[in-house]
């Protein structure tokens, strides 16, 4: 079993940044590769960037050169550096921790908004 707690979200201005971050607990955090999703209102949640135990990273083509995803096992917590952002980041950001099966958080909201 693994619990995530997201954290980091809020509101912000086009053109600015947001670091969010998701703390596991639970289990052995090095061993599950390490998601972010986002899901705006009225529409699926769709994948934001993932990160291998590994440390090998993906990201969705919306999100590319604007946004980096980092963990640090010694803490267990995964982190979404968010930089340029725009309104239609705006979406509630899911964590996911997956090992044989998939774990999610709680999430959390970012609204980008002049």
């Known amino acids: 079993q693994v619990q995530l707690v997201e954290s980091g979200g809020g509101l912000v201005q086009p053109g600015g940044s947001l670091r969010l971050s998701c703390a596991a607990s639970g289990s052995i955090f090095s061993i599950y590769a390490m998601g972010w999703y986002r899901q705006a209102p009225g529409k699926q949640r769709e994948f934001v960037a993932s990160?291998?135990?590994?440390?090998?990273?993906n990201y969705a083509d919306s999100v590319k050169g604007r946004f980096t995803i980092s963990r640090d096992n010694a803490k267990n917590t995964v982190y979404l550096q968010m930089n340029s952002l725009k309104p239609e980041d705006t979406a509630v950001y899911y964590c996911n921790a997956h090992h044989l099966r998939s774990y999610w958080g709680q999430g959390t909201q970012v609204t980008v908004s002049s």
């Open positions: 990160i291998t135990s590994s440390s090998s990273t």
